[in-house]
């Protein structure tokens, strides 16, 4: 046996396919139904956020001060990006569908 035949048998092994069937965890519905809800949850923390940020804004502005507000905004819309994504991410994960 030559080396190349060798090399050849061992590339035939290591490229066979493997089957494999997914199938969802037992509880994935609720899972899926719970990140939804709690998406929902920080969208409308991150809306009331934005509304504080407006308002605190307005008043550090005619009245002076330090200006946090532009963080609070930042914040707000990081976790309004995370949690619209949170849904999405996790449906690919449990159906296990890109």
């Not at 804004?57 to 994504?85: C, D, M, N, Q, Y």
Request: aromatic share 6%; charged share 5%; proline share 5%.
């Amino acid at each position: 046996m030559t080396t190349a035949t060798a090399v050849g048998e061992a590339l035939n092994v290591l490229a066979q396919q493997i089957n494999i069937t997914p199938t969802k965890p037992p509880g994935a519905p609720q899972l899926i139904n719970l990140v939804n809800y709690l998406s929902w949850i920080v969208m409308l923390a991150g809306i009331a956020a934005l509304i504080y940020a407006g308002g605190k804004f307005g008043w550090e502005r005619f009245h002076g001060g330090a200006v946090e507000s532009p963080k609070i905004i930042l914040g707000a819309l990081v976790g309004g990006i995370i949690a619209t994504s949170a849904g999405t991410i996790m449906n690919a994960v449990v159906t296990g569908s890109a």
